[in-house]
């Protein structure tokens, strides 16, 4: 079955379409001269190109043994290794590939791949928090300068960007993509491949993206990391699959599968969504890497007896390079040349690698990333902090903000700065963290203290710690549950100020991989010390920083401000204190909504409607009986230090016919007293579809800047192509009939009209 499926596939795959390559990756002059070099090369160096390992300087998984990287070492020398990914600086990544260009027969050069996940150096939000900026431009601009300090030490190739939908945020690794929403989702795909990439991938200061984890990796039943998924097509189509595509369409180099089962068949092991969807329908053709390992985790899925036949399903699936499984260098060349896989696969994989290479200009010269002057340009660059200062700002979301508490006078006697993550320099670094220093970013103390003049007092007292014991990418958090020494303290810190911030949250480690929790509620003594403290001093601000959306009840309940700083990256104390004291006047709206309470979860304001959507009296209807069903805080909600009013919407024409488009347009007023910047956002329901369709679906934002009193008119185009979605007859088309449109400040409080497709 997978067999005749992929022949197909192949020939579509194989075929040379010219220009349809992402961003030139197929170019005639490249494919000639990888023809030459596959003519040359033996099965065993063929393999090597697909052959990925980690090195010993920085990893991301288990850190591999001295014999490990002596066997490494070796088959570097020998061309049997055509990336290396934990390999960074201009020095240690010029050596390395010395070894593979001085020693191996036909001089092929690696690529060097690294998590460039929201920033290299300079750390900017982490994605989550940037998506909350709405900004597309900004997300750009910070993939932009990550892409060149990684690219000044050595980095040719990040893993990122992460497109993974995600509606549950137990899941830890909900921190590293863009919410719950594929359309928002798409824009930002597309802003962070643009980002990386650059026009020209040949550029020295451009690096190659990688769409992932294809696919569904943030459906895992339960919210936890690795778990299974059961979709249908329908859902893999119309929610998880269009951030993807819209990679895909910006040229993405690269994928990488994902760690789990789509209806009992590995990412890594799918056919379906490689050879069909990805290299098929889309026409990729850059390659896909695996994730760590996942080629042989086909074994523990039991879709695999053993390595060997995990490596054949995984090459025949499309799973072009084996990262850290030693599955593909173990097996395929026996293999192949026991007939077992056709050598057409094998040499596919290799071109779709050497056309990255190629298009990277490694072969015009190996080195040409890794310059020692400029990575100490790139990351000593001051217009990247500022830039980083910027983005953090831009995603920085106001919650509440009762009787106008926010924003605080810089003038006042005096300021408390308290909570565990207040003076914390390295929280704010987020997870997925590349290269930044340990410790370096501007804390949210020292952002106040910068911001406000010598007059004013600032006052600081931990409470209590948040965590205990190691802060690091592979040990687990240890939450302090018991130390309540530094609540005294704190309370009297509270008691004599005019106002007090209170900082906590999540710390850095607290989410990304393998860090999903059944409990997303404020961790440890944190919300014991926000009772002491409120019982001092009413006016407390809150200021969170988290990774993923928790459940703040009893803290969203008594709490008069608070603010969403997400893990805002080097700079983030300085964008906090922008936005505490009305520099900037906050924007930000949530990527993601904040549950009332993990039973909700997983959610989406683009859930069906049911055949009982209610509210009727009693019990028989599609709702909980102990909670509401929304969120606390809806998708795409953010408040502003002024308010914006919603006209009625306008449409521009009833009806439309096939191939034609409505304008949708509405005025929206200042009616505050500061400049603010409004995102509206424009839903769509189709109301009757050949499968039931979302109650609300995001099809466009713009974000206005609007001085106080002023109005302006915002109009959306609607084409019949921004009305299709995957049918019940596996079509990609819209639908006639009635739907209806929605402009709001958030994806609850919008205003409607309806128009019919014909
Ligand atoms: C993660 C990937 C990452 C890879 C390499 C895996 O554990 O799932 O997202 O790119 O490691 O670090």
């Not at 997303?520 to 409120?534: C, D, F, M, P, S």
């Amino acid at each position: 079955m997978h067999l005749l499926r992929f022949t197909g596939a192949l020939a579509l795959s194989l075929a040379f379409i010219p220009g349809a390559g992402a961003q030139g990756l197929v170019n005639p002059a490249n494919e000639k001269k990888i023809d030459a070099l596959l003519a040359q090369m033996t099965i065993e160096e063929k393999v090597g190109q697909l052959n990925q390992y980690s090195s010993a300087f920085d990893v991301t998984g288990p850190a591999p043994s001295a014999g490990a990287q002596k066997v490494m070492y070796d088959q570097i020398r020998q061309g049997l290794v055509g990336s290396v990914l934990n390999v960074t600086g201009a020095e240690a990544t010029r050596k390395m590939q010395q070894l593979a260009v001085e020693n191996g027969r036909l001089k092929i050069p690696m690529i060097f791949g690294l998590d460039v996940i929201h920033g290299y150096r300079t750390m900017f939000p982490t994605p989550l928090g940037e998506a909350a900026s709405w900004d597309m431009a900004a997300i750009e601009a910070s993939a932009r300068i990550s892409a060149t300090e990684a690219a000044a030490a050595g980095v040719h190739w990040t893993f990122a960007p992460m497109v993974d939908v995600a509606w549950d945020a137990r899941w830890g690794r909900i921190m590293e993509g863009s919410g719950e929403d594929p359309y928002l989702g798409a824009q930002a795909a597309a802003a962070r491949v643009h980002g990386f990439q650059g026009k020209d991938l040949g550029a020295v200061d451009t690096i190659a993206a990688c769409a992932k984890h294809y696919a569904a990796y943030g459906f895992g039943e339960g919210g936890r990391d690795y778990n299974t998924v059961d979709m249908s097509e329908q859902r893999l189509r119309n929610v998880v699959l269009p951030p993807f595509k819209a990679a895909a369409e910006a040229g993405a180099a690269t994928f990488m599968n994902a760690f789990n089962e789509i209806a009992g068949i590995p990412s890594t092991g799918n056919a379906h969504l490689q050879r069909d969807i990805l290299k098929g329908e889309w026409g990729f053709q850059g390659f896909v890497v695996s994730d760590w390992g996942s080629i042989g985790e086909m074994v523990a899925h039991g879709y695999s007896e053993n390595l060997e036949q995990a490596a054949r399903q995984a090459i025949t699936a499309g799973s072009d390079m084996d990262m850290e499984a030693r599955a593909y260098v173990a097996h395929l060349a026996p293999l192949v040349k026991a007939g077992k896989v056709d050598v057409k696969l094998v040499d596919d994989a290799v071109r779709r690698v050497l056309r990255v290479k190629f298009a990277l200009g490694l072969f015009d010269d190996p080195y040409r990333y890794s310059d020692a002057a400029r990575e100490k340009q790139a990351l000593g660059n001051p217009a990247h902090a500022a830039a980083a200062r910027d983005v953090a700002r831009k995603s920085i979301v106001l919650l509440k903000n009762e009787g106008g508490l926010l924003p605080l006078d810089k003038t006042a006697k005096t300021i408390a700065v308290i909570g565990p993550l207040a003076a914390d320099k390295d929280a704010p670094l987020g997870n997925w963290r590349a290269q930044a220093v340990t410790g370096s970013a501007v804390s949210v103390l020292e952002g106040i203290q910068a911001a406000v003049p010598s007059t004013t007092r600032v006052v600081h007292a931990e409470g209590v710690k948040l965590v205990t014991g190691p802060r690091s990418f592979m040990a687990r958090s240890v939450i302090n549950t018991t130390d309540r020494s530094g609540i005294p303290a704190a309370v009297e810190a509270a008691r004599s100020a005019d106002a007090v911030v209170l900082a906590i949250g999540e710390d850095a480690f607290q989410s990304g991989e393998g860090r999903s929790q059944t409990d997303i509620g404020l961790k440890g003594l944190q919300e014991e010390l926000l009772k002491a403290v409120l019982e001092a001093n009413k006016r407390v601000v809150v200021v969170l920083m988290t990774g993923r959306p928790l459940t703040l009840g009893w803290t969203a309940e008594n709490a008069p401000a608070i603010l969403e700083a997400w893990h805002g990256g080097s700079q983030a104390g300085h964008a906090i204190a922008d936005v505490l004291f009305g520099d900037t006047n906050p924007s930000g709206k949530l990527p993601v909504a904040f549950p009332r309470s993990v039973g909700q979860l997983p959610m989406t304001y683009a859930h069906k409607n049911t055949g009982r959507p209610g509210p009727e009296p009693g019990v028989t209807w599609s709702a909980y009986t102990d909670s509401p069903n929304e969120p606390l805080y809806p998708f795409g909600y953010g408040l502003s230090y002024t308010t914006f009013t919603y006209s009625e919407p306008k449409l521009s024409a009833s009806e439309i016919g096939f191939g034609g488009s409505v304008q949708v347009s509405v005025t929206i007023t200042n009616a505050g007293k500061r400049a603010g910047a409004e995102v509206a956002q424009l839903y769509v329901r189709d109301m009757v579809g050949s499968v039931t369709r979302p109650v609300r679906e995001l099809k466009g934002f713009q974000k206005v800047d609007l001085q106080p009193g002023q109005s302006r008119e915002v109009a959306f185009t609607l084409k019949t192509s921004d009305l299709a979605f995957y049918t019940a007859a596996g079509k990609w088309e819209a639908e006639p009939g009635a739907f209806k449109a929605f402009v709001g400040g958030n994806s609850r409080d919008v205003k409607e009209a309806a128009f019919n497709l014909k």
